[in-house]
Structure formats: structure tokens, C-alpha cells
């Protein structure tokens, strides 16, 4: 069975600080994983994602495959970044895709 | 294009009633995916469609529930017989369905079942 484990619920950060968000996997196959970010009142919208190492808003994250790991890093902390974050990984059995979300990350980055 | 479109926003319903939920994928998407989701939880996947197959159901979806997507384009999720377990927020994504693509989501429907 896939799992997708963010151990922290609430993280508080200054701005200027840096910020590591953590996301942790469990999958057997080659995974695909992916942050997706909720702003306030905003839906769900993907932030980045493995397969295309970018860094998108000052954001950059790195699969891990020997720790299982794919946390989500910025140097700098800025108080727009302040939303929610979910890991999330894809996975395939039989052909067939599945998602699993992990719990979610509240990030809150004080003035 | 204006992205993943869901309707109603809101549905409160009494026990016992049936709800249908509607979702317009990106017209471009041949994948369309229903997630549950709750409060303090991140999305829970429920079901998911190439085109207008149904591929993969999650445990989560009983018998009660039921989606569709008649012609590969907008999708429904029917919840009959609500049970007070049944409040949510229901989200929709779509995706080009090609490895690594990223899921586009809609506003989500909440649910209160009274």
C-alpha cells in the first residue's frame, strides 16, 4: 500500500527564515511526487512537482529515494507563502493510478 | 478555458436524501478524478476516469455512492441514502493523464447532511 506521511500539522516560521516541510512516502514502484499549495479561499493548485526539478516561487524539493523523503525547502520565507501544503504521491497497480494525499502542512510565516 | 468547474458550491441536504454533484474537467483532460475530502485531512481519492472508462475505486466509495462520465467529458458523483458521514467538501480534478502530469482542481462541493 502507498502512504504519503507530512508529520507536522502547523509549522511557524519568521519571514526571512528558512522553511523545510517535510513529506515522507512508503511505495514499492517508482513514484511519482508532487507539493500542491491551497492559499486562502484559492483551490488546490500544484506548486511543483519530481519529474521536472524546478523551483517555482522560490520552492525547490528533492526526491530522496533512499530515505523516502521529497520535503519542500525555501531559504527565504515570505509572508504570501504563508497557505497550506500537501504532499502527494501516484502510484500504479494493475495499470491502474492511484493518489494518495498526504494530511497536509499548515505554513505560517510571521511578520 | 476558466479550469475545473464543480456545482452546486453548496448542498445541504436532510438524512436519507439523494445529492448529485456535476464537475466540468479541463476540455483538453482525458482524466477526471474524485477526491473526498475532510476537515483536518488532505484529499482522499475516491474514484478516477480515462476518457469515459472507470478505472480504479477507492474502498471509501460504497454502495451508496456512484459516478459517471457519460461522453469522456463532465462527470457526476451520486451519494444516495446520506448518511451524516457523508459531509464533505467533494473535489474534482483533470489531468492530460501523461506520467508526471500534475491534477487541476476545482472549488470543491461541500456537503452538510442535516
Known amino acids: 500500500a502507498q502512504r504519503v506521511t507530512q508529520p507536522e500539522k502547523l509549522l511557524s516560521v519568521f519571514k526571512g527564515a528558512p522553511v523545510e516541510l517535510k513529506c515522507n512516502y512508503s511505495?514499492?514502484?517508482?513514484?511519482?511526487l508532487f507539493w500542491y499549495v491551497q492559499y486562502s479561499r484559492q483551490r488546490l493548485q500544484l506548486l511543483l512537482r519530481?519529474?521536472s526539478r524546478e523551483s517555482i516561487k522560490g520552492f525547490t524539493a528533492d526526491l530522496n529515494k533512499g530515505e523516502t523523503s521529497f520535503h519542500l525547502k525555501k531559504p527565504v520565507a515570505q509572508e504570501e507563502d504563508s497557505a497550506m501544503y500537501y504532499c502527494?504521491?501516484?502510484?500504479?497497480?494493475?495499470?491502474?493510478?492511484?493518489?494518495?494525499f498526504g494530511t497536509g502542512t499548515k505554513l505560517q510565516v510571521i511578520p | 478555458d476558466t479550469g475545473v468547474s464543480q456545482n452546486p458550491r453548496h448542498k445541504i441536504t436532510k438524512r436519507g436524501q439523494n445529492v448529485t454533484f456535476r464537475c466540468d474537467p479541463i476540455?483538453?483532460?482525458?482524466?477526471l478524478y474524485w477526491y473526498r475530502q475532510t476537515l483536518g485531512q488532505g484529499p482522499e481519492f475516491l474514484t478516477y476516469?480515462?476518457?469515459?472508462?472507470?478505472?480504479?475505486k477507492s474502498r471509501l466509495l460504497s454502495d451508496r455512492f456512484s459516478a459517471e462520465r457519460p461522453k469522456g467529458s463532465f462527470s457526476t458523483l451520486e451519494i444516495q441514502r446520506t448518511e451524516q458521514g457523508d459531509s464533505a467538501m467533494y473535489l474534482c480534478?483533470?489531468?492530460?493523464?501523461?506520467?508526471?502530469?500534475?491534477?487541476?482542481f476545482g472549488d470543491g462541493t461541500r456537503l452538510s447532511i442535516l
Open positions: 476540455s483538453e483532460h482525458n482524466r
Open positions: 476516469f480515462q476518457n469515459e472508462a472507470q478505472l480504479e
Open positions: 519530481h519529474i
Open positions: 502527494a504521491l501516484t502510484g500504479y497497480s494493475g495499470g491502474y493510478q492511484k493518489v494518495t
Open positions: 511505495y514499492s514502484g517508482s513514484p511519482e
Open positions: 480534478a483533470s489531468s492530460a493523464g501523461l506520467v508526471g502530469q500534475p491534477q487541476h
